[in-house]
């Protein structure tokens, strides 16, 4: 077998990643130094490898072709660099057929978001390939934030309550006994060094997308819902048997809003439903404005094996997929799904939705003002 490649690295403007892509998007996120955090199902398939063995290894040593990891590395690093998105394009000649793949590198925080799409032709062209990319990369990176906010309110209970119980053991031990009081430092330095990982690990993390920039501007409803639903479509719906109705009665309306923000919300919405849904059924996305709010319903029918199934194709990564399952506190919402509840809060609103169990009819809610924002 003989193996050889070509590839160039440019800056990236998501929305002008003019190649053309073949299937589904494979994701692999590294740190700064190139090792690798983890790596979806796709990527997996598209390379015939276990994700699961990659996690912790240096990109150099991965069991991936040469030209594809030396493409990924100039990648990376050109995002990191220039904290802005990259693209580059790879062929890979193996004997008679040729590999081309495209390749999204997105810089997040001290970690790079590599995506990688096979591609039909060199020269073809979808306008809506990056923009999928670059939803599910969102989606993953405000996931991170949430399960980040979870951690770190979900860590402060139990140190507050260790720190209290120290000083009520301090006034009970005996001040001369010297075991006692190395016990009682040994807790209170535990305890600090936990709070200041919180706060210098955790929230200083978080604070790279704890405020979401919005572009407030008048934006037409239906266009909204139309363009959410036709990329949920061809990002999930269409490989997965899986139909998505739009039934609403908006025409003209419009709403205050940031349009692409908005879009990114109902896209996860609808894709994160058809996700969890069996072949040959139906997601029904409804929306209608209720007095002051503009509100967005999606219904669907959970199959826990259509979450769970690592064969099937996906958006979500397994780990937030297989968590969507799990049975949560009262107001918490699946973590997969942490983007439209961010999205929905900047703009004013709230998002909900009912608790997601296998044979469940479950019904996703988001709600936006369409005055006073």
């Known amino acids: 077998m003989t193996t050889s490649f070509s590839s160039t690295v440019e800056p990236g403007d998501t929305q002008s990643f003019d190649t053309a892509v073949a299937g589904n998007d494979g994701l692999l996120v590294l740190d700064a130094a190139q090792r690798c955090l983890s790596a979806d199902a796709v990527f997996s398939h598209l390379f015939d490898v276990d994700s699961t063995a990659l996690r912790g290894r240096a990109l150099a040593d991965l069991p991936l072709p040469a030209p594809l990891i030396a493409s990924l590395s100039l990648a990376a690093d050109a995002a990191l660099a220039g904290n802005g998105a990259r693209r580059a394009q790879v062929s890979i000649e193996e004997d008679d057929s040729t590999r081309v793949f495209n390749i999204l590198a997105l810089p997040v925080a001290e970690s790079v978001t590599l995506i990688v ?3 039909a032709n060199a020269t073809g062209a979808s306008d809506n390939a990056a923009r999928i990319a670059h939803l599910r990369a969102e989606a993953a990176l405000f996931m991170r934030d ?20 120290g000083y009520v053991l301090e006034r009970k031990v005996d001040a001369n006994d010297p075991a006692a009081q190395r016990a009682l430092t040994g807790i209170r330095s535990g305890v600090e060094q936990q709070v200041k990982l919180i706060e210098q690990s955790i929230d200083t993390t978080r604070a790279e997308t704890k405020a979401v920039a919005l572009a407030i501007a008048p934006a037409a409803a239906r266009a909204l819902l139309e363009r959410g639903v036709a990329l949920a479509r061809e990002a999930i719906g269409e490989r997965r048997g899986v139909s998505i109705t739009l039934d609403s009665p908006l025409v003209e309306e419009q709403v205050e809003g940031d349009a692409d923000r908005l879009t990114n919300a109902l896209w996860l919405m ?24 503009w509100r967005t319903d999606v219904r669907f029918t959970v199959a826990a094996s259509a979450l769970t199934d690592a064969s099937a194709a996906h958006v979500l990564e397994a780990f937030a997929r297989r968590q969507a399952l799990e049975p949560r506190e ?3 919402i699946a973590w997969g799904l942490a983007l439209c509840k961010r999205i ?7 998002f909900e939705h009912t608790d997601i169990v296998n044979g469940a009819a479950v019904t996703a809610t988001m709600r936006i003002p369409v005055a006073g924002m």
């Open 146 to 165: 949430h399960v980040l906010s979870v951690v770190s309110h979900d860590l402060r209970g139990p140190l507050n309550a260790i720190h209290s119980w």
């Open 330 to 332: 009262a107001g918490r």
């Open 344 to 350: 929905s809060e900047a703009h004013g609103g709230a």
């Open 270 to 293: 609808a894709a994160f439903a058809t996700e969890a849904s069996a072949r040959d059924t139906t997601v029904q996305v409804s929306s209608n404005i209720e007095g002051s709010t």
């Open 117 to 119: 799409s096979t591609c």
